[in-house]
């Protein structure tokens, strides 16, 4: 296939049809059609410009009949028409265009609403990475505010230490839950309609917790509260691939990820201050606003980015016969024949989303592919852990010999904060390295997602290392400083292997970065979850916290050869489940268009 330098004025693809050895391409491109081949055509196959207006051009390419490999020739230029990667870095003086449909919740954005996302200036894609990097600060923040108060908040809701610590063991499920199902209406609906819903659900659910009178009450509207706030744990990642190309979107998800990685570190310093000086009700009035001032910059400054939801709308645009709302039957003169392909179009869409909204299956599927699954867990494993630290510092500092009241437990985590800062900003940048050497090593500059996982090999050992420091020293209480250093270098090596795994994760699933870090979340979350209850009984009931941190730390390092085996076995799993999807979407898109020939001829 043609690399991306020698076809630089494609910009969109609006509409693809493939029906056997043609397709019919629609595409915009920088200056107007006739300029370069831009489907990349095998040999003898045949391009012709059916019709063009202005910069649009409407391609038919044949393919030729008698080739022994026209199956796999087909394939490629399936792979790509349908691929993300259609979008590349835009020139710099290209003119940004207007969304061609605007819907009414995209109304009310400073920012303007494009049609190639990746379009937007340096500046616009930063605050767009700003806003979505704070959205995906809350649900965290609000986990861990108050972890601080666990030791002095029991008694006042009539709830012994493990009630207190289910608070955020159910709600880090509502993060692993939630995002199944935003990320599958964002696939349907787009990106800001998932983020607004979201973010009211979080603002009204915190106002609902700072009323709660008991604690099974608070509990229930905890759990709210982070289904609401779950939307910006999948759909970051989905909007950072949508505005950025892969070789840019390493550091790019370095910074989105300083959010959910610093909501759980300076949650406790916030909530420790709080509490001290407010009580524990004001805490949960803090999230409140917070969701409130998120709504408000999320409504202004993040448009509608979707790469998917803009084809569907340009194809729907460009075709009337597909997603037609005439009803002017001396035009169309088939008035009854829609209205039943339109019961049939609904009968379909409740049908899917019964079965992937209400069981989302299809986005747990992702987890059933090595490539995704066992990165997946090395960095739930990872996480885990971090919620064994965070979990365990309240109950263990606010005792003997150290006995600190929830201010200076808060200020306990700070350098934990500080090394998730360094890890998270020098992971992007050691990501994007890696891709830039393998661009340079290959003829097409062309890279294998995997490339990525060898940044991460600079974390692998600061993770168990800094678990075995904090775990020994702090039993021991000898001195206060050398926990702190452990949780430092746990914080460092955290980043440079999670950063550089969800980095991975976009680009393993092209066009679908948002429902595999989806599953990635439900597989993280919940570990992390399930690891924050057992911590604390743990410890409650007199386990020996260096040999527990000492545990988690061998099968942190166990589970990163997962990141080696990816690495080698990786480009043909993906291969594999490449082809295996798309001869199922092939099937598909052609009963489909039987359907639609019946009901229309």
């Not at 550091?251 to 989105?256: C, I």
């Not at 365990?392 to 934990?416: G, H, N, Q, R």
């Not at 891709?435 to 168990?464: D, F, H």
């Amino acid at each position: 296939m043609t690399s991306r330098q020698q076809r630089p004025e494609l910009l969109a693809v609006a509409a693809a049809c493939h029906v056997g050895n043609e397709i019919h391409v629609q595409c915009a491109h920088a200056e107007g059609p006739g300029h370069g081949d831009l489907t990349a055509s095998p040999p003898r196959a045949q391009l012709t410009v059916i019709e063009q207006q202005g910069n649009t051009a409407d391609l038919f390419l044949r393919l030729p009949e008698a080739t022994e490999d026209l199956e796999n020739q087909v394939d490629a230029h399936k792979k790509l028409i349908f691929s993300e990667e259609l979008l590349p870095a835009p020139a710099a003086a290209e003119v940004q265009r207007r969304a061609l449909i605007i819907r009414w919740i995209d109304r009310g954005t400073l920012t303007p609403t494009l049609q190639n996302p990746r379009t937007y200036t340096k500046w616009q894609k930063m605050s767009i990475v700003l806003v979505v990097s704070l959205a995906s600060f809350s649900a965290p923040f609000a986990s861990n505010i108050m972890m601080p108060s666990f030791p002095f908040i029991g008694p006042r809701l009539k709830l012994n230490s493990t009630g207190v610590s289910l608070t955020t063991t159910l709600f880090l499920v509502a993060l692993g839950i939630g995002p199944l199902y935003h990320a599958f209406l964002s696939e349907r609906f787009g990106r800001r309609p998932v983020y607004l819903g979201g973010f009211v659900l979080y603002t009204l659910a915190s106002v609902a917790c700072a009323l709660s009178p008991t604690g099974p009450t608070l509990i229930l509207f905890r759990f709210i509260q982070a289904f609401g706030a779950s939307a910006a744990q999948c759909l970051g990642i989905g909007t950072i691939a949508d505005i950025y190309i892969p070789a840019e979107r390493g550091r790019a998800t370095g910074f989105w990820f300083l959010g959910p990685i610093l909501g759980p570190t300076l949650s406790p310093l916030v909530g420790g201050a709080i509490y001290s000086w407010l009580g524990w009700r004001a805490i949960l009035w803090t999230t409140a606003i917070f969701g409130a001032i998120l709504t408000i910059l999320i409504i202004l400054f993040l448009p509608e980015t979707s790469i998917k939801l803009k084809t569907t709308q340009s194809d729907s645009n460009s075709n009337p016969c597909i997603g037609s709302t005439t009803t002017d039957a001396a035009t169309s003169g088939l008035d009854h024949r829609h209205t039943i392909l339109s019961t049939k179009i609904l009968y379909r869409s409740v049908k899917g989303t019964f079965n992937y909204g209400v069981w989302p299956l299809g986005t747990i599927g992702f987890l059933l592919s090595p490539s995704i699954f066992l990165p997946a867990f090395y960095s739930s494993v990872c996480f885990a852990s971090l919620y064994a630290l965070s979990v365990s510092t309240p109950f263990i500092f606010s005792e003997k010999p150290f006995v600190f009241k929830s201010v200076k437990i808060s200020l306990l985590y700070l350098p934990t904060c500080v090394g998730y800062c360094i890890g998270s900003v020098l992971g992007g940048y050691l990501s994007d390295w890696e891709i830039q050497k393998a661009k340079a090593k290959s003829e097409n500059r062309t890279y294998a997602p995997e490339v990525r996982l060898k940044s991460a090999r600079w974390g692998i050992p600061l993770l168990p290392s800094g678990l075995i420091i904090y775990g020994w020293s702090a039993y021991k209480g000898d001195t206060l400083v050398v926990p702190l250093i452990g949780g430092f270098m746990f914080g460092v090596g955290l980043m440079l292997t999670n950063g550089t795994i969800t980095a991975f994760l976009a680009d393993a699933v092209p066009g679908k970065s948002a429902s595999v870090v989806a599953a990635y979340n439900a597989l993280r979350n919940i570990s992390a979850g399930l690891t924050a209850a057992v911590t604390t009984m743990a410890i409650k009931s007199g386990l020996h916290v260096g040999w527990y941190m000492t545990m988690l730390a061998l099968v942190s390092l166990f589970t990163s050869l997962t990141l080696e085996v990816v690495q080698v076995f990786g480009p043909r799993w993906r291969k594999t489940a490449q082809q295996r999807a798309e001869r199922e979407a092939e099937q598909a898109r052609l009963a489909q268009c039987k359907d639609l020939t019946k009901e229309l001829v």
